[in-house]
């Protein structure tokens, strides 16, 4: 295994922090930040790839199939974290995007390191969860040749899924097995292997952009607000009728009359009172144009 890993740049010694255990606390903090940009910038050499991974991630959600994010350690917590974010955020559930770590989930909160070693739990994994032809799968892992991830997309790929990898090497074996594969290239760590450092928040970067601009397409944003979050706390209640008033111009007591007569509502409340339709017909609209508030309200405002 060692042989394997002596060629990857996330494994390599950072000649930038050779010094780093002797400088002041100051200093260590400023140079593992200066390290950290060099993440951003190996996600935005990406960015065409990650629009790619977008635009097969909303297909396969528009058309009620499934995404399966997979990975180990770090990177199967970051999947695991993108996935249930999106049911409050825009209100997708584990039904449609799931996150899935080696060792199950106790390895969420404390590490299983030689899950990661299990190719065939991989593939046992994503088996269990019923895959479909038409389902997605994504593979994270700061080296690209993890073996129950690289398990998983063999699996997948038997099945005949589509497969996006997300991983801080180039020309890996994940990527070889990937329709899309996102490669953002971080280099060494700051602490020699380290990949919970600028692998991790590449990867974090990766997913809060490809599944935020999914969620654009699939109409779960109006303007550049989240109206189709789950509003399951007062935070997030008081959140949708803010949303609803500065959209609309409402008052805060017609807000909370009209999210109350839509159910909670966010995108029913904000066509009633632009259009002045009644919840049924904005229901209807809504239907019609698959969740896009943009376009049903278009639609209402044009059969008046």
């Known amino acids: 295994m060692g042989s394997e890993l002596d060629g990857l740049s996330t494994e390599l010694q950072n000649k930038n922090t050779i010094n780093i255990d002797v400088l002041p606390i100051e ?3 400023e140079i593992i930040l200066t390290e950290d940009e060099a993440a951003f910038r190996a996600v935005r050499s990406q ?3 990650i629009a790619a991974g977008a635009a097969l ?3 396969v959600l ?3 199939h499934r995404v399966i994010y997979m990975g180990t350690g770090t990177s199967g917590r970051l ?3 993108d996935a249930v974010e999106l049911l409050p955020t825009f209100g997708v559930g584990s039904h449609q995007v799931k996150g899935i770590i080696a060792g199950g989930t106790q390895a969420v909160f404390r590490a299983v390191e030689n899950a990661e070693d299990d190719w065939t739990q991989g593939m046992n994994d994503l088996a269990a969860e019923g895959p479909q032809q038409e389902d997605l799968l994504v593979g994270i892992s700061a080296s690209g040749r993890t ?3 690289l398990g998983a997309m063999t699996e997948a ?3 005949g899924m589509q497969v996006i990898s997300i991983v801080c090497n180039e020309n890996s074996p994940m990527e070889s097995l990937a329709d899309v594969a996102i490669s953002p290239v971080v280099g060494p760590e700051c602490i020699t292997g380290s990949t919970r450092m600028k692998a991790g928040t590449a990867q974090k970067m990766v997913l809060n952009a490809m599944s935020t601009a999914a969620m654009v397409q699939l109409g779960k944003v109006y303007g550049n607000y989240m109206v189709d979050m789950s509003a399951s706390n007062s935070k997030l209640r008081q959140r949708a009728q803010r949303m609803v008033r500065a959209i609309t111009g409402a008052d805060q007591a017609a807000a909370q009359a009209i999210l109350d007569s839509c159910g909670g509502s966010v995108k029913l409340a904000i066509l009633c009172l632009l259009s002045g339709a009644t919840v049924t017909e904005a229901e209807a609209a809504l239907q019609c ?3 896009h508030v943009r376009r049903a309200l278009a639609s209402l405002m044009n059969d008046e």
């Open 289 to 291: 144009q698959k969740g």
């Open 57 to 59: 991630m909303a297909a």
């Open 79 to 81: 999947g695991i974290l």
């Open 27 to 29: 200093q260590c903090v």
């Open 47 to 49: 960015s065409k790839r």
């Open 147 to 149: 073996p129950y991830v």
């Open 62 to 64: 528009r058309n009620g």
């Open 157 to 159: 790929r038997r099945v």
